[in-house]
């Protein structure tokens, strides 16, 4: 795949599309793919970058969004070092380390201003923040969530997994059995401010999902967490699954707008997906 900005933003500029860098991935496969604009959205692959310089990020881009006309709307994608973030509606007790263990296990705790509860980042999680500016694109949040969710369902179908909602809860899942809970795999949580959207979603890719017996996964009990590489046994090239989910969120925003971009080349072995283009 094509090289892009990988690696660790800086604190004085916002990452752009297409610059240097050459940080390793932090989960396996080539990965890379450029940065770009797509339809007024550019996508900005940002590597592995700490959770509080990543919400930093996003709230300059939302505040160029707020007071620039001809600001760009993003797509941040990303990864995480170990993290939990506590959304809104989240409490300590949600929280099942104290922070003594939290710390020797090097997860740091961050509360956010997102919606939902607690949730765990860490590498192999790909991660998409969509800063957009719901206003011009008259939609309103519960869509929104529609279309992200379908966009992770999207790209677990491009790698040949099953993945569906699960009313009344956010979030994709892998539906249960006799044997085993239904168990989740992409998280949603977003926080709109001023018509503009902030924070997003993360799909489990090749993370550690041992990190998620330290929480309560987003207040739910009685419910597994899962990954690809859990559902299928391998592990993803993560730049793959990277692209696959960045394309699928800009397809299904530009579909909902009546224009639609051309699919990424798509991994080896997987079946094209193309949800939302021919209805």
Not at 197 to 223: K, T
Not at 251 to 271: C, F, I, S, V
């Amino acid at each position: 795949m094509r090289g892009g900005r990988r690696g660790a933003a800086g604190a004085d500029e916002l990452p752009r599309a297409g610059g240097g860098g050459d940080a390793p991935r932090a989960c396996g496969g080539a990965g890379g793919g450029e940065g770009g604009a797509v339809s007024g959205i550019e996508v900005r692959r940002l590597g592995l970058v700490p959770y509080r310089k990543a919400l930093e990020l996003q709230e300059r881009a939302a505040r160029a969004l707020r007071e620039r006309a001809q600001a760009p709307e993003v797509l941040f994608v990303l990864q995480h070092p170990p993290v939990i973030t506590l959304g809104r509606h989240a409490g300590r007790a949600d929280v099942l380390l104290d922070d003594a263990a939290l710390a020797r296990r090097g997860i740091d705790l961050v509360p956010t201003e997102r919606g939902g509860k607690a949730t765990v980042h860490a590498p192999g999680q790909v991660v998409v923040y969509p800063i957009l500016h719901l206003l011009r694109r008259r939609l309103g949040p519960a869509r929104l969530v529609e279309i992200l969710e379908a966009a992770m369902i999207d790209t677990c179908r491009t790698f040949g997994v099953a993945a569906s909602r699960l009313p009344p809860h956010p979030g994709v899942w892998i539906a249960g059995s006799q044997d085993r809970p239904a168990r989740k795999i992409g998280a949603i949580g977003l926080r709109i401010s001023s018509g503009i959207s902030m924070h997003g979603i993360a799909l489990n890719a090749n993370n550690d999902l041992s990190l998620y017996e330290a929480i309560v996964p987003c207040g739910l009990q009685g419910f597994g967490t899962t990954s690809l590489r859990a559902e299928l046994g391998r592990d993803l090239d993560c730049g793959a699954v990277e692209d696959a989910l960045a394309w699928a969120v800009r397809n299904e925003l530009e579909t909902a707008g009546e224009t639609r971009p051309a699919p990424p080349a798509r991994p080896d072995g997987a079946p094209s997906s193309r949800r939302g283009v021919a209805g």
